[in-house]
């Protein structure tokens, strides 16, 4: 049996993770692989500022350092921000997956241009930062959101009634006015929407959180990681003052 452990970015009680548990009912995966969701121990309100962002990086990093050490096959992490992504190639061998780079990657090979649905405009910084890293801009049609304030625990819980039929029509701008033929949910946190949205429209809509699952089973199956070369390890790592660094940032969360 291969085990993944999902980084949840922010610390949350086991009844609001299991509303991230929820994404693994869109995807179909195999009887050989087991996905475990943890939380990180710190983390920002929201992924606004660059020190947000700072914050983020370290608190997922933290919470997969001693993934490969506990048996698991890979890393998965529940942001579109990918955060700790890059630290934690460098760190494991193990595959580390995130939805952000996975997503844009995915509506390349789905389509010529594809749109970002987002909840708000303070997420876009993210956007931006992915596209430019794999340089894509010119095929991203457009980045629309319905200024809806995201609840990082609840997710859209309460809220369909309001959010589905306001992201429906944002999507429907961006396939009609800006001509999108993929439209990529902006937020892992959004994935309740997905099926409405698969209903609504004509255009795949990609689903960043099982994607990043059923990549995992699919690069575990080929046998494949990422590159040393691409993310060296440290000659000299600090995993234990990483982690008590943290340890004594949660003390001050609560």
């Not at 548990?21 to 475990?36: M, N, S, W, Y």
């Not at 997503?103 to 241009?113: D, F």
Request: hydrophobic share 45%; glycine share 6%; proline share 6%.
């Amino acid at each position: 049996m291969k085990r993944v452990l999902v980084i949840v970015p922010f610390p949350m009680s086991e009844e609001n993770r299991d509303q991230r548990r929820d994404q693994l009912k869109a995807v179909e995966l195999g009887p050989d692989i087991a996905f475990e969701f943890e939380s990180v121990r710190v983390a920002p309100k929201n992924y606004v500022s660059a020190s947000d962002m700072a914050l983020a990086e370290f608190g997922a990093l933290e919470a997969g350092l001693r993934a490969e050490e506990r048996g698991f096959d890979a890393v998965c992490i529940d942001t579109m921000s990918d955060s700790g992504m890059a630290a934690l190639r460098s760190e494991l061998s193990i595959p580390v997956i995130g939805p952000g780079r996975a997503s844009v990657l995915m509506a390349m090979m789905l389509g010529q241009r594809f749109s970002i649905v987002a909840m708000w405009p303070h997420w876009k910084h993210i956007y931006i930062k992915t596209m430019t890293e794999l340089g894509v801009e010119s095929h991203c049609a457009s980045i629309r959101w319905i200024d809806a304030t995201p609840d990082n625990q609840s997710l859209l819980a309460g809220r369909e009634d309001e959010v589905f039929p306001a992201l429906e029509a944002v999507a429907r701008r961006c396939v009609e006015e800006d001509g999108a033929d993929v439209i990529l949910l902006g937020s892992t946190t959004m994935h309740q929407a997905h099926a409405h949205l698969v209903e609504a429209l004509t255009v795949p809509v990609i689903n960043p959180g099982p994607l990043t699952y059923k990549l995992a089973e699919t690069v575990l199956g080929l046998g494949l990681s990422h590159s040393r070369t691409a993310y060296p390890s440290s000659p000299a790592p600090k995993r234990d003052v990483i982690q008590a660094m943290l340890a004594e940032g949660a003390r001050f969360e609560h």
